[in-house]
């Protein structure tokens, strides 16, 4: 026995020192084993799971290869073509020609005046607006208004093309989040249209069919005003470009609206009220840029309706329209213009929505002119100017005229990618006579709008661009005279005098 080996049996310190080495090193063993055991459990579960999903794949691959050798028996097609088929499917829903979309229009903002409360505004607020005579919209909007348009298309394997569309509106003037109460929401549009039809041959090649309650495609306005230029719309069918020769393109469709609920001269008090329907059957042709469209009116016992001056509501109308759609300028610049003159007798007086106004006399007549064009009069600066006038006599008493004329311009300078300060200018006369018509009196004057309005794009560059968030300061001044032709207007409103200042923020989107 060494003497190392005597010390360590002599000394419990050391002894005590060298059993905890021995313990910790079969400790570390062991834990290394379990460990070790734990990865081979958890490498084992793996292999398990891959094999469960290679399995799982092989029955959908089988699965799959039975569907097309089913459908390859069903149709005697080649699988490859099938294949193909499916491809094509989806490339027509990722370039929009099959599966939905979603369309908006919606404006949103607060009108206040001077004394920082709500304002009057809208772009019809003058005695001429209730004739359709409308000013500049820009800083005058005091409303809420969306259109929300849900179309789905679908193409067929013989080359048909199907879209069914549905269009959603709502309209409010409280700033309140919860509008329920005031709330005038309605389904504006829903119908189905069918084009390229493989039957239809010869003028009928490209057209199209439709029907439903609609917009009618072909309506135009001038945006600076919020006002069309025509508005057709209502519950009918008709169909689309028929081509009777190479530089004559066709539509022709009818349309119904409703009279509804108005007096009648009746010895029997149970029948004092009636309703009819205005049909409206509509030809409307192109010839390169122009267009002529023929409207011809018929509304059953309307001529029954009781109005003022024991004047005849006219049961039949005709309206015509005469429009050029220019692909620059005036001929002047690069941008484009549109002109249109417009004249109708009877129900067809009502010169922008067409078959809408059920009051007409049958001695009524009005004629209307619309233009407006857009163009860069220098690098970064944009100019729209638009005109909107009509004269009206006989419209609903004898004896009556309402005559007015409005000027408006729309500037704007791109500043920045996102910014860009926009101006507008709006001048309007008129000269009424509405002979007690409505309670309303007799008044000539003009009215005058400036605004200016700091406005914020993703991206600047055309009147056409949206989404744009604005602020804006307006000053409108009028004749004072104009205070008296109603008490029911805006202008008649107690503490809405002449000379007035507007601020307010607004959004305005498209896509």
């Given at each position: 026995?060494?003497f190392?080996?005597?010390?360590?049996?002599?000394?419990?310190?050391?002894?005590a020192?060298?059993a905890a080495?021995?313990?910790?090193?079969?400790?570390?063993?062991a834990?290394?084993?379990?460990?070790?055991?734990?990865r081979?459990?958890?490498?084992?579960?793996?292999i398990?799971?891959?094999?469960?999903?290679?399995?799982?794949?092989?029955?959908?691959?089988?699965?799959?290869?039975?569907?097309?050798a089913?459908?390859?028996?069903?149709d005697?097609?080649?699988?490859?073509?099938d294949?193909?088929s499916?491809?094509?499917?989806?490339?027509r829903h990722?370039?929009?020609?099959?599966?939905?979309?979603?369309?908006?229009?919606?404006?949103?903002?607060?009108?206040?005046?001077g004394d920082?409360k709500?304002?009057?505004?809208?772009?019809?607020?003058?005695p001429?607006?209730?004739?359709?005579?409308a000013?500049?919209?820009l800083?005058?909007?005091?409303?809420?208004?969306?259109?929300?348009?849900f179309?789905?298309?679908?193409?067929?394997?013989?080359?048909a093309r199907?879209?069914y569309?549905?269009?959603?509106?709502?309209g409010?003037?409280?700033?309140?989040d919860?509008?329920?109460?005031?709330?005038?929401?309605?389904?504006?549009?829903?119908?189905?249209?069918?084009?390229?039809?493989?039957?239809?041959?010869?003028?009928?090649?490209?057209?199209s069919?439709?029907?439903?309650?609609?917009f009618?495609?072909?309506n135009?306005?001038?945006h600076?005003?919020?006002?069309?230029?025509?508005?057709?719309?209502?519950?009918?069918?008709?169909?689309?470009?028929?081509?009777?020769?190479?530089?004559?393109?066709?539509?022709?469709?009818?349309?119904?609206?409703?009279?509804?609920?108005?007096p009648v001269?009746?010895?029997?008090?149970?029948e004092?009220?009636?309703?009819?329907?205005?049909?409206?059957?509509?030809?409307?042709?192109y010839?390169g840029?122009?267009?002529?469209?023929?409207?011809?009116?018929?509304?059953?016992?309307?001529?029954?309706?009781?109005?003022?001056?024991?004047?005849s509501?006219?049961?039949?109308?005709?309206?015509?329209?005469?429009?050029?759609?220019g692909d620059s300028?005036?001929?002047?610049?690069d941008?484009?213009?549109?002109?249109?003159?417009?004249?109708g007798?009877?129900?067809?007086?009502?010169?922008?929505?067409?078959?809408?106004?059920?009051?007409?006399?049958?001695?009524?007549?009005?004629?209307?002119?619309?233009?407006?064009g857009?163009t860069?009069?220098?690098?970064?600066?944009?100019?729209?100017?638009?005109i909107?006038?009509?004269?009206?006599?006989d419209?609903?008493?004898?004896?009556?005229?309402?005559d007015?004329?409005?000027?408006?311009v729309?500037?704007?300078?791109?500043?920045?990618?996102n910014?860009?300060?926009?101006?507008?200018?709006?001048y309007?006369?008129?000269?009424?006579?509405?002979?007690?018509?409505?309670?309303?009196?007799?008044?000539?004057?003009?009215?005058?709008?400036?605004?200016?309005?700091?406005t914020?794009?993703?991206?600047v560059?055309?009147?056409?661009?949206?989404?744009?968030l604005?602020?804006?300061?307006s000053?409108?001044?009028?004749?004072?005279?104009?205070?008296?032709?109603?008490?029911?207007?805006?202008?008649?409103?107690t503490?809405?005098?002449?000379?007035e200042?507007?601020?307010g923020?607004?959004?305005?989107?498209?896509f």
């Open positions: 026995m060494t190392a080996t005597q010390r360590l049996r002599k000394s419990p310190l050391v002894l020192v060298a080495a021995m313990t910790a090193s079969s400790l570390a063993n834990q290394a084993d379990s460990d070790l055991e734990a081979l459990a958890e490498l084992e579960q793996r398990v799971a891959a094999e469960q999903r290679a399995a799982a794949a092989e029955r959908r691959a089988e699965k799959a290869e039975r569907e097309m089913r459908e390859q028996a069903d005697s097609r080649p699988v490859g073509q294949i193909e499916r491809l094509a499917k989806v490339e990722a370039n929009g020609e099959e599966g939905f979309s979603f369309n908006v229009y919606a404006r949103s903002g607060l009108l206040l005046g920082g709500s304002t009057e505004g809208g772009p019809y607020l003058t001429a607006g209730q004739q359709g005579g000013v500049g919209r800083g005058n909007e005091p409303d809420t208004y969306a259109e929300a348009v179309n789905y298309r679908m193409r067929f394997d013989n080359g199907a879209k569309t549905t269009m959603i509106a709502d409010v003037t409280t700033s309140n919860w509008t329920a109460d005031e709330s005038s929401l309605n389904v504006r549009q829903v119908y189905a249209e069918f084009s390229d039809l493989p039957s239809f041959t010869g003028a009928f090649e490209n057209a069919i439709w029907a439903g309650k609609r009618d495609r072909d135009f306005d001038i600076w005003l919020d006002s069309d230029f025509i508005f057709l719309a209502g519950t009918g069918g008709g169909i689309y470009d028929m081509q009777f020769a190479d530089n004559w393109k066709s539509n022709l469709s009818i349309y119904g609206r409703s009279f509804s609920d108005f001269d009746s010895h029997n008090p149970a004092d009220s009636g309703s009819t329907d205005n049909l409206i059957l509509t030809s409307n042709n010839f840029n122009w267009q002529w469209m023929l409207n011809g009116m018929s509304a059953t016992d309307n001529d029954e309706r009781r109005t003022e001056g024991n004047i509501a006219a049961d039949h109308g005709v309206h015509t329209m005469v429009a050029y759609h300028f005036f001929g002047l610049n941008g484009n213009f549109k002109a249109a003159v417009m004249h007798r009877g129900l067809g007086a009502e010169t922008k929505s067409l078959g809408a106004n059920g009051r007409l006399s049958e001695d009524a007549t009005a004629t209307r002119l619309g233009l407006y857009t860069y009069m220098a690098p970064g600066w944009r100019v729209a100017p638009a909107l006038a009509e004269t009206s006599e419209r609903y008493v004898e004896g009556d005229q309402y007015w004329a409005t000027f408006n729309r500037l704007a300078n791109e500043l920045t990618e910014f860009e300060m926009q101006y507008e200018g709006s309007q006369w008129m000269d009424i006579s509405p002979k007690g018509f409505g309670g309303n009196n007799a008044v000539e004057g003009d009215y005058t709008k400036l605004t200016i309005a700091p914020f794009k993703p991206e560059g055309g009147f056409w661009k949206r989404p744009e604005r602020v804006f300061a000053w409108s001044d009028w004749d004072e005279e104009l205070n008296d032709y109603s008490a029911n207007d805006a202008f008649g409103s503490g809405f005098t002449a000379s200042w507007a601020f923020v607004q959004s305005e989107v498209w």
